[in-house]
């Protein structure tokens, strides 16, 4: 970034001004959907299906003329205009779009809305996920004293207090991804330094419960055939 310009650098990391990516938007309404779906409404509002409502110029001219009158010469915003007049409970994509972009929620489009449902889907079918978020916690808050001058916050997606034949704390972090292959996650692991996070997150529960906790990162992908991949950390390495 400072190769481009001082003022890059500094919007980008000094600042962090950056726009959110589609990768970053699309993981963010996942991980909403699928940590904290009793509260996905508040934030988020799901588009209709276009095929439910009048999309095109076509559409329009054809009920205008069911409604028995004849399409006025002009533009699409005139044809709205017009058959508004005729039926206000017509229902047009425009018309509902603006509506929902005034909602004061973060629109999702249907195809993602449908993605999060399938992920959901994956997730619980998975022969070890799927039961290790049975009966446990999300989204768990903790607070614990690294030494006497640091304090350390996290934020846990998922904990089951015990889990297994070690009745031992089980910690999972969600990641999405575009590729759950085994040598992209690890991939992952290594370039993000997730190693850090995980190290950090076991401390703290240990430091709260006594007892070692259990760290596994699941990683979802966001398109089909949403494979799941489960790994855990080598602390020693």
Not at 165 to 186: G, M, Q
Request: hydrophobic content about 40%; charged content about 25%.
């Amino acid at each position: 970034a400072f190769a481009v310009s001082p003022q890059n650098y500094k919007s980008k990391y000094i600042l962090k001004e950056s726009e959110p990516t589609e990768a970053m938007v699309t993981g963010s309404v996942i991980h909403k959907a699928i940590l904290e779906m009793e509260t996905f409404d508040d934030v988020y509002a799901v588009l209709e299906p276009k095929e439910n409502f009048l999309v095109t110029i076509q559409d329009l001219k054809e009920e205008i003329e069911r409604q028995g009158a004849t399409p006025t010469k002009g533009n699409k915003d005139k044809l709205i205009e017009q058959l508004l007049s005729l039926d206000d409970g017509a229902k047009i994509y425009d018309v509902y779009l603006e509506k929902m972009e005034t909602c004061g929620k973060q629109i999702v489009s249907n195809d993602l809305w449908k993605r999060c449902k399938r992920i959901i889907e994956e997730i619980g079918a998975h022969a070890w996920l799927g039961k290790a978020i049975v009966g446990g916690q999300r989204e768990v808050k903790a607070t614990w004293q690294y030494d006497s001058e640091v304090t350390m916050n996290f934020i846990m997606d998922f904990i089951n207090p015990q889990m297994g034949n070690a009745k031992k704390p089980v910690i999972i972090d969600i990641k999405t991804t575009a590729d759950a292959s085994i040598e992209a996650c690890r991939r992952s692991i290594q370039k993000q330094r997730l190693i850090v996070q995980a190290s950090a997150y076991c401390d703290g529960v240990e430091s709260l419960a006594k007892v070692e906790p259990f760290f596994v990162w699941a990683f979802v992908e966001t398109k089909p055939p949403y494979h799941v991949t489960c790994l855990s950390p080598d602390f020693g390495s």
